[in-house]
């Protein structure tokens, strides 16, 4: 066997070993090391992960209902609870579109939709700086790829010009609102390319925005009127929804298309029933979130403007980057923060460009003004 202790240690050595932090959730807080801190890293965007009222609610309607904590099968054998099928009406209705399939994860979904529609004659062109999911989802799918330069449409657009005609379709992928940089991809300007050469087909990951933008919380698409137009687009659960899982919004024919070739979805038991009921339940009550998208809008203005300069114009979200540059400057800076009470995290290269150390923050819902103001003190 492979030395890999020696791997580790030099792992160590060179600052970059991983380690699952002991940490304890209170609300918004957590506790780490003897501290207790504000939660900035958080995905929990809404702050919905944490809400005893929703869980209460919840819960009474779970009594009732009963639905079991295990599929105990994919949804191809015996897993398919009705749950689900109602799930992806509701979400197909919401979005007015004309089909929706739900995965495990936004992992899941990332590697198992390219591999399954993505061929030798099929171009993909991705952005640079999507989500590592997708990045392993294009290789499994074994087609020729190409990362533009990020949110570069120019590039974009010559690369469709060289490459048109030469496969058989072309995949744009983005994300809408980047995980490191907290920017929001120009959506409709990608519409338009799409538009503008043949068998082009748009997939845009969400992730980060489903729940956190537009009036009634459907993310990017909603918000740049754009989303009858995205052939693909895929959100998760996990982040703002407060739950588990993924779902793509596609048409029929892909839908049904997936089934039958995305192997994440053939071979791997499907969520709780009890999961996806949670999952629903929250969905279905998006819209009335609107006083805390407001709240995470307002405090990520105040962080932004506050960091002008230093990353912060950067971001056009609740994901706002402070960047440092070097490497251990950056940890020493968050350390400094975790001791004044703020939990957020160093993040390096080759997670960023070289020379972009950052302190990324990740704003939710339950920080008020007031602890913003007091993260600008101490910044
Ligand atoms: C978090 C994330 C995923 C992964 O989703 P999970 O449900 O956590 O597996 C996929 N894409 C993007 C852009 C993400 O930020």
């Known amino acids: 066997m492979k030395d890999y202790n020696s791997i580790l240690q030099e792992l160590e050595n060179s600052g970059n070993l991983r380690r699952l932090p002991e940490i304890v959730h209170k609300g918004n807080l957590v506790e780490k090391g003897g501290l207790t801190m504000l939660n900035l890293s958080s995905n929990d965007y809404l702050g919905l992960a944490s809400r005893r009222d929703l869980q209460q609610a919840f819960l009474e309607e779970w009594q009732e209902k009963q639905y079991p904590f295990s599929s105990s099968s994919s949804r191809l054998l015996t897993g398919n609870f009705r749950i689900y099928t109602e799930l992806e009406q509701v979400i197909a209705e919401r979005f007015n579109r004309e089909a929706t399939l739900l995965f495990n994860s936004g992992y899941h979904a990332n590697t198992g939709i390219l591999p399954a529609l993505a061929d030798k004659q099929t171009l993909i062109l991705a952005d640079k700086l999507v989500h590592a999911s997708i990045i392993d989802g294009i290789l499994l799918s074994n087609a020729p790829f190409q990362r533009f330069r990020h949110n570069d449409y120019d590039q974009l657009e010559t690369l469709l010009q060289k490459n048109t005609g030469q496969y058989e379709q072309i995949f744009i992928v983005t994300e809408s609102i980047f995980s490191m940089d907290g920017d929001v991809a120009d959506l409709r300007r990608l ?189």
């Not at 739950?243 to 793509?248: I, K």
């Not at 990324?360 to 008020?368: E, G, M, N, Q």
Request: aromatic share 8%.
């Open 191 to 379: 519409v338009s390319l799409k538009k503008s050469y043949p068998d082009v087909c748009l997939y845009v990951d969400e992730a980060h925005a489903i729940g956190v933008r537009g009036k009634n919380g459907l993310g990017i698409a909603e918000e740049q009127d754009c989303i009858q137009e995205i052939d693909l687009l895929v959100g998760t659960f996990g982040k703002a929804l407060a739950s588990m899982g993924a779902y793509v919004i596609c048409s029929r024919v892909i839908r049904e298309y997936l089934i039958n070739c995305m192997r994440p979805l053939i071979f791997s038991t499907a969520l709780p029933p009890a999961q996806i009921a949670w999952t629903q339940f929250i969905f279905e009550r998006l819209p009335e979130f609107s006083e805390e998208r407001e709240r995470l809008a307002t405090t990520s203005h105040l962080l932004i403007d506050a960091l002008s300069g230093k990353g912060g114009e950067i971001s056009g979200s609740h994901i706002i980057p402070y960047i440092i540059g070097d490497n251990k400057d950056c940890i020493l800076k968050a350390e400094e923060l975790q001791r004044k009470g703020f939990y957020c995290l160093p993040v390096r290269p080759p997670t960023v460009p070289k020379g972009t150390a950052r302190i990324r923050f990740s704003l939710t819902a339950d920080v008020t003004t007031e602890d913003i103001q007091q993260l600008i003190q101490a910044l």
